[in-house]
């Protein structure tokens, strides 16, 4: 690769970075990837609609009724 080569692929990538924010000293890396952070309230609304979906499913409100009575269960 020839020095201009190099040169303007420099350019480029300085160009393309201007606009994105630098990693603040002594912060992780990964200050800016919020989708990889679990959210608890989708976990909240699956279960929800699972339950919905598949009432006598083992596991949901409807089975702990049918096989534990009101004496046990959630």
Not at 5 to 30: S, V, W
Not at 33 to 57: I, N
Not at 66 to 71: D, L
Request: charged share 40%; net charge positive.
């Amino acid at each position: 690769m020839t020095p201009e080569q190099e040169l303007r692929i420099e350019r480029k990538m300085e160009q393309m970075l201007k606009g994105k924010r630098e990693i603040p000293p002594g912060h992780d890396y990964r200050w800016q990837r919020f989708h990889a952070e679990p959210k608890p309230h989708k976990q909240v609304d699956f279960r929800k609609q699972f339950d919905d979906t598949f009432p006598g499913a083992p596991g949901s409100p409807g089975w702990y009724k049918k096989k534990f009575g009101k004496k046990g269960g959630k």
